[in-house]
T-cell receptor, first 114, second 110 residues
Framework: SAVISQKPSRDICQRGTSLTIQCQVD?????MFWYRQQPGQSLTLIAT?????????ESGFVIDKFPISRPNLTFSTLTVSNMSPEDSSIYLC???????????FGPGTRLTVL | DAKTTQPTSMDCAEGRAANLPCNHS???????VYWYRQIHSQGPQYIIH???NNETNEMASLIITEDRKSSTLILPHATLRDTAVYYC???????????FGKGTRLSVIA
């Protein structure tokens, strides 16, 4: 299987600031994705992180609010910009690995915005 | 939107088989049935997937009806550590992202 790590694991931030979450995969990756899980809810897909080009965002998510980078195959960042308390969620990185027909998930980043 | 329907919650006695149903009546011919679970405060974990044949691995068995409109995940001997939210997802292969529904919250009771 693959190991996906995320940093930070959790953070408490002030309203109006931004936080960048890092995701590193230890295997050969084909696709990378970012999800949000609001308290007590299921996972919602934010975007597909594309290597070397702009991410593909799902309906309801925009680049200005959630800029995403993927400078190489195994690394991606998600920034939560101009945060408000409504952004308090768990943010999860996910990757499709070359030799498996499944998506692996990181442990998540628990964000609290005050 | 998720293309599956699952019961909101289920209970199972420890040591008994847990049978989790899923309806996916609009599944397409090229879509697989995937099962993941999420234990509290962790990322989702892959369990099993199948196309039309029944599948078994070290974690579970997947039974898919002949018309492929529904399936059942079976945990043969549930333990307390199997308490989690179980997600049934239909997905075409070729790197399309998983789309999660609400899942079934399984509580295994001693």
């Amino acid at each position: 299987s693959a190991v996906i790590s995320q940093k930070p694991s959790r953070d408490i931030c002030q309203r109006g600031t931004s936080l960048t979450i890092q995701c590193q995969v230890d295997s050969q990756v084909t696709m990378m994705f970012w999800y949000r899980q609001q308290p007590g809810q299921s996972l919602t897909l934010i975007a597909t992180a594309n290597q070397g080009s702009e991410a593909t965002y799902e309906s309801g998510f925009v680049i200005d609010k959630f800029p995403i980078s993927r400078p190489n195959l195994t690394f991606s960042t998600l920034t939560v910009s101009n945060m408000s308390p409504e952004d308090s969620s768990i943010y999860l990185c996910s990757a499709e690995i070359d030799q498996y027909n499944e998506q692996f998930f990181g442990p998540g980043t628990r964000l609290t915005v005050l | 939107d998720a293309k599956t329907t699952q019961p909101t919650s289920m209970d199972c006695a420890e040591g008994r088989a847990a049978n989790l149903p899923c309806n996916h009546s609009t599944i397409s011919g090229n879509e697989y049935v995937y099962w993941y679970r999420q234990i509290h405060s962790q990322g989702p974990q892959y369990i099993i997937h199948g196309l039309k044949n029944n599948e078994t691995n070290e974690m579970a068995s997947l039974i898919i009806t002949e018309d492929r409109k529904s399936s059942t995940l079976i945990l043969p001997h549930a333990t307390l550590r199997d308490t989690a939210v179980y997600y049934c997802i239909v997905r075409a292969i070729n790197n399309t992202p998983l789309v999660f529904g609400k899942g079934t919250r399984l509580s295994v009771i001693a």
